[in-house]
């Protein structure tokens, strides 16, 4: 059974940072490409950032690229999310998910199999 566990949200001001962590456990994790999306309220759920199995491919939504990177350490089963410049429209619960492919290219949440139960990010204007 697949587990994915995020952590590091909370409260920041606007133009502040924060690194949020996703810790997944299961048999072919390594094998798994990862992404990050977030659901603000009132708001569909929507993708932020994905990342292959390897590490070596990332991709990002338009609104947050060039302030978010995505990383993974698979000798721990962690990706991280560190978050820069941030902007009171990124408030959201930012959600892990498994991505069976590998590829770090879906976009849509249809394609993802294992999700965590997300962690709030708070901006303050």
């Not at 708001?43 to 990177?69: C, H, L, N, P, Q």
């Not at 990383?71 to 959600?95: F, G, I, W």
Request: charge should be positive; proline fraction near 3%.
């Amino acid at each position: 059974q697949v587990q994915v566990v995020e952590s590091g949200g909370g409260l920041v001001q606007a133009g502040g940072s924060l690194r949020l962590s996703c810790a997944a456990s299961g048999p072919t994790l390594t094998h798994y490409a990862m992404g990050w999306f977030r659901q603000a309220p009132g708001k569909e759920r929507e993708f932020v950032a994905a990342i292959s199995w390897s590490g070596g491919s990332t991709y990002y939504a338009d609104s947050v690229k060039g302030r978010f990177t995505i990383s993974r350490d698979n000798a721990k089963n962690t990706v991280y999310l560190q978050m820069n410049s941030l902007k009171p429209q990124d408030t959201a619960v930012y959600y892990c998910a498994t991505d069976p492919t590998g590829w770090g290219r879906a976009t849509k949440a249809r394609f993802y199999d294992y999700w965590g139960q997300g962690t709030l990010v708070t901006v303050s204007s």
